[in-house]
């Protein structure tokens, strides 16, 4: 099989349901690449960021075993926008070389990139669609406090860095509706899944890139 023919970029607020997306897409048989992934690989012991974080954030957001502390450098670069650029500016570059390279390896039909910053950091030029995954604020405060430890106004913090919903929204060429059950999102999922395997199998689909 040829590198995929699809590319489909999946966003979405954090606590959306994009990883459980994600997750379902790659066992009906997507190649699933997803960037938080590629982001931890990058800054774990050995990995070509945590150099040049180190120098740029200090000692502080190391901890003693060599490896990042994550919670505080999280917490740094969200009470300092210019702090957040600086850590984006070395992540990026990296992310999207790795994404590349990773793309062109695949096997798939269509490939599912899990991008949550998608439409902040204007990579959604990377792909033949845009997917969206949307719930309300309120079930993205009670998933995420469900599932971590992150508090909740933190939680409030990281959605007001994001891009308002309603604009997300719009700018997706496929949205699901996530306020339902996980039986109502497996129905999306598995209707999304027969429309991309349907467009990567249709010869010279203007879908394709
Ligand atoms: P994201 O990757 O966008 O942050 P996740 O896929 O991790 O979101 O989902 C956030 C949490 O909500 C997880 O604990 C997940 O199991 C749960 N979840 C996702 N979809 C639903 C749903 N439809 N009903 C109930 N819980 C859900």
Redesign the pocket.
Known sequence: MNPPRLVVALT?G????????ADRLGELGAGVIDTDQLSRELTAIGGAALGPIAATFGARVMLPDGSLDRARLRQIVFADPEARARLEAILHPGIKALMMERLAALQTPYAVLVVPLLFETGQETLADRVLV?DIPESLQIE??T??SQIPEDEVRRIIASQIPRRERNARADDLID?R???A??EHQIQRLHADYSRIAATPDSPQTH
Do not use: A, E, P
């Open positions: 979405g954090i606590g959306s349901g994009k990883t459980t997306v995954v998933r995420v469900r599932r996530n339902g059950d996980l109502n999102l």
